[in-house]
């Protein structure tokens, strides 16, 4: 009877030690999954680049790509304002460009820029209106805050404007509709406005429309 108890008791314990051995492993195995699709998540979304010209930017193609594990690759000289000249590191050697040469970039957040009179706008949208943004640091008593200003174009490689409705409304002088429906839609708001319900910069949903109704 004794010798039935102790080979449960160790019956027992084996299927403990079992059971812990698979908790363990799967564990693991989860782990090492999570991990593994957050390095390739990771890597899939730092890949930056320059964009040579508009054929590139629309067919998305990078020209020394970098993956970004070794810190950013491309280096535009914010710090001078309006410098013409961006470096490129890759496969251990340093390129320089001319920004007039290139159409953009895109950074390791997966941010894309276009080059314009030497300057550097982020793509914010890139939809039948294009739409820029630039970041500004305004002095204020206590240090500083930044500021988005916004820009437009209307076509991707045509010119960067500021976003406001007089340009607006130069730019789309011949489209009355749309002119019509810009006085309709932005009577008080600005017009960078975002419109959250349609995932889309307002004045863009507002050109939609107009086209449809044309």
């Not at 500021?162 to 409304?169: A, M, R, S, V």
Request: positive net charge; aromatic residues 16%.
């Amino acid at each position: 009877m004794k010798k039935y108890k102790s080979r449960k008791r160790w019956d027992f314990k084996q299927k403990v030690k079992y059971k812990k051995g698979v908790f363990m492993r799967n564990k693991m195995k989860t782990i090492i999954t999570v991990l593994l699709i957050t390095t390739l998540s990771t890597y899939a979304k730092s890949q930056s680049g320059i964009y040579m010209n508009l054929a590139d930017f629309k067919n998305n193609k990078l020209t020394y790509e970098n993956n970004c594990v070794n810190g950013k690759a491309i280096h535009i000289h914010d710090f001078f304002w309006n410098m013409p000249k961006i470096k490129v590191k890759h496969d251990g050697k340093k390129i320089t460009f001319r920004k007039s040469e290139l159409y953009g970039y895109r950074d390791c957040n997966s941010d894309v820029y276009r080059f314009f009179h030497n300057t550097e706008y982020r793509i914010a949208e890139a939809g039948n209106i294009y739409i820029y943004v630039q970041e500004k640091n305004i002095t204020q008593n206590k240090g500083y805050k930044v500021v988005n200003s916004y820009y437009f174009s209307t076509t991707p490689d045509g010119t960067i404007l500021p976003l406001t409705f007089g340009n607006l409304e130069n730019a789309f002088a011949s489209n009355e509709k749309f002119i019509s429906l810009l006085y309709q839609y932005f009577k008080s708001e600005v017009v960078h406005a975002y419109d959250k319900s349609h995932n889309t910069f307002k004045v863009n949903y507002v050109y939609s429309k107009a086209i449809d109704n044309k």
